[in-house]
């Protein structure tokens, strides 16, 4: 059985030591001093540890049921459920006025890492709802926020979002479900979504589908479409539950991971809905709750890496297997733990600099969120528009590759469902398909953010870089920092400008090399916190009463990622230099 231990310390100094965030000007962060938050991560790391990881292996292997109708959920989910609502977990980020505790999203991050890492599926039920009430809270009216708002804060009624059909995935303007405007000003919607995540279950009162139909006089493709709230059951003026709407789950899917998560086939037979939003404008109104949701799967997928990482390290340093070379590390046993080996060693290494990596850009980005919300900054509203594809698109494929590698400590025992490294893998690689597929954070990199404002916020992005090395560039001890940073932000530059000049005249050239892209500018980022978290490392060794190894190991984690990960840039470069030419020689017929 695999275990979890919450990252409070690492997850301390991201906040405190990186970020600074109790002498930051955003509003709310100052109230965030270290004891406030330590005491939020422990209480968040009990629920985690003793309440949600311990449902992870049982959920998983039980799964979810459809009987008569109703979705079941596994033994002990409702009870864990119960718990993390009575803690008001939910509204940890979310607005005073309807029950929330109005903390900074940063600080909703920094537990909901803890809390994916400790039961993914189970943790999906909380973020979808959180996904739709950031919908509603940015268009619904205010009587819909009174209505739906206070309930899905403290979750006795949960959320959903419905964008996919079965023959529409990526491609949102092919959908053929309907909305047809009633007297009374609501609308009857009919069609069918498929895959609909946390879709029905057996934990809250109500489930708040958020539904993307067509109402008629949009027109044709995405423009089309608009969004509605469509509840399982009606609510009343005075909030009480009326009768049961007219949608209801067709099955539950059969799927790789995240078995204890309902992913749903929604059918609507003429169930009533409400417009949130402006009419044949619900693609907008959905991406503010998808913008949000990117950011929380690009999490998902470095969170299931730091799990697995976190079971890894504890195998190698137990399992005894051969002799260190140099000479025997426990000659009284029978073998040596396997964390002795180079190459155990470079697996382990590889997780570990690319989950603290992770985790600190991820965080980072999430005080980007709180700068653009709580002080109206377009700049970092800019900016994180920009790194959002690349927090979801690559922290979710490397957190994949890293639950492999973890489960490849493991040797045949990572193969064998009983030590959990495959459910890790399993649920981790949902995370690279579902809000847009990867190859599509690609796209919306290199086609929409790279350009988007005359490409201002990638030229910012570059500054951040540079200013960061110039001002730094004195202090020899960051040498083996700034050196690669600065080889891998022109690496970045260079693939920019070759999409720039390209991008035009030969589309291909680009689209060709997108993936690329977003992987050599993920490198960058982590590149640049990791820099940022070297040098917040060597200043806390300047203290006397700082906890040295923790410190002393941070800067060696960091100085591996510049060594072995940052190269990497070099050979995507040239991938995408390469152009389309190779990518698109076969004609159809010869795959
Ligand atoms: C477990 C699970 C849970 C899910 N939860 C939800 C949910 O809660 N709500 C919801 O609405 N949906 C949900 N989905 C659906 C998910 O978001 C879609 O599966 C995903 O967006 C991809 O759509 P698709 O499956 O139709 O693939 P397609 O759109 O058919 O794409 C197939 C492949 O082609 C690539 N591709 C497509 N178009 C292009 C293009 N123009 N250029 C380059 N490459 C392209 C894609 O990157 C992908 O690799 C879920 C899916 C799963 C499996």
Redesign the pocket.
């Known amino acids: 059985m695999p275990s979890y231990t919450a990252p409070t310390k690492d997850l301390h100094f991201v906040l405190h030591d990186l970020l600074q965030i109790s002498t930051s000007d955003v509003p709310g962060y100052a109230d965030l001093d270290a004891d406030f938050t330590s005491a939020i991560l422990e209480e968040a790391a009990k629920l985690g540890q003793n309440v949600m990881a311990p449902l992870n292996a049982s959920g998983d292997a039980e799964g979810c049921r459809l009987e008569n109708g109703m979705v079941y959920t596994p033994k002990g989910f409702k009870h864990a459920f119960d718990q993390i609502k009575a803690g008001g977990w939910n509204g940890l980020d979310l607005p005073e006025d309807f029950g929330g505790q109005n903390l900074p999203y940063l600080i909703g991050s920094a537990v909901g890492e803890i809390f994916v890492s400790a039961n993914m599926a189970l943790n999906m039920y909380q973020g979808?709802t959180h996904g739709a009430i950031s919908a509603i809270l940015a268009h619904g009216s205010d009587a819909q926020k009174a209505t739906y708002l206070p309930k899905m804060v403290s979750m006795d009624w949960t959320g959903?979002?419905?964008?996919?059909e079965p023959h529409?995935?990526?491609?949102l303007g092919l959908m053929r479900t309907k909305a047809e405007p009633q007297a009374d000003g609501s609308y009857k919607i009919t069609g069918q979504?498929i895959?609909?995540?946390a879709g029905d279950h057996d934990m809250a009162e109500n489930v708040i589908h958020l539904v993307l139909a067509k109402a008629p006089g949009g027109g044709a493709g995405t423009k089309g479409i608009s969004l509605f709230i469509v509840p399982k059951f009606l609510v009343g003026e005075d909030g009480s539950l009326g009768a049961r709407n007219g949608v209801s789950v067709g099955s539950i899917?059969e799927?790789m991971g995240?078995h204890a998560n309902a992913?749903c086939v929604m059918n609507y037979d003429a169930a009533t809905g409400y417009l949130i939003g402006d009419l044949h404008k619900g693609m907008r109104a959905m991406f503010t709750m998808m913008n949000e949701a990117r950011i929380g799967v690009g999490l998902q997928g470095y969170a299931q890496a730091a799990v697995a990482y976190d079971n890894a390290r504890a195998y190698a340093l137990d399992r005894l297997q051969g002799r260190d070379v140099t000479g025997a590390k426990n000659p009284d046993g029978p073998a040596d733990p396997l964390i002795v080996h180079p190459d155990v060693r470079r697996m382990l290494m590889d997780q570990k600099s690319f989950v603290e990596g992770a985790r600190a850009f991820t965080l980072w980005g999430a005080s980007l969120i709180d700068r653009a919300h709580r002080m109206q900054d377009k700049d970092a509203d800019g900016l994180i528009s920009l790194l959002t594809p690349v927090i979801k698109g690559f922290l979710t494929d490397k957190g994949f590759d890293m639950c492999i590698q973890a489960q490849q400590v493991y040797g045949g025992h990572g193969y064998i469902e009983e030590w959990g490294m495959s459910q890790f893998a399993r649920d981790a690689r949902?995370a690279m398909?579902?809000?847009?597929?990867?190859?599509?954070q690609a796209?919306d990199l290199v086609g929409r953010k790279l350009a988007q404002d005359s490409g201002k916020h990638v030229m910012a992005f570059f500054e951040i870089v540079k200013t960061f090395i110039k001002e730094n560039e004195n202090d020899a001890r960051l040498e083996g920092f700034l050196v690669p940073l600065k080889a891998a932000s022109k690496d970045l530059q260079a693939a920019a400008m070759f999409f720039m000049q390209r991008g035009m005249k030969a589309p291909n050239d680009a689209l060709a090399g997108s993936t690329d892209f977003m992987h050599l500018f993920g490198h960058v980022c982590l590149g640049l916190v990791w820099a940022r978290m070297a040098k917040a490392a060597y200043a806390a060794l300047e203290s006397s009463t700082s906890d040295r190894d923790f410190y002393d190991a941070k800067i060696a984690t960091g100085r591996y990622y510049m060594a072995r990960h940052l190269p990497a840039t070099a050979l995507h470069l040239a991938r995408i230099q390469s152009g389309a030419e190779t990518v698109m020689a076969l004609d159809a017929a010869h795959f």
């Open positions: 979808l959903t979002m419905n964008l996919t529409c995935g990526t491609d979504k895959f609909i995540s899917e799927k995240i992913t949902i398909i579902y809000e847009g597929a990867n190859g599509v796209l």
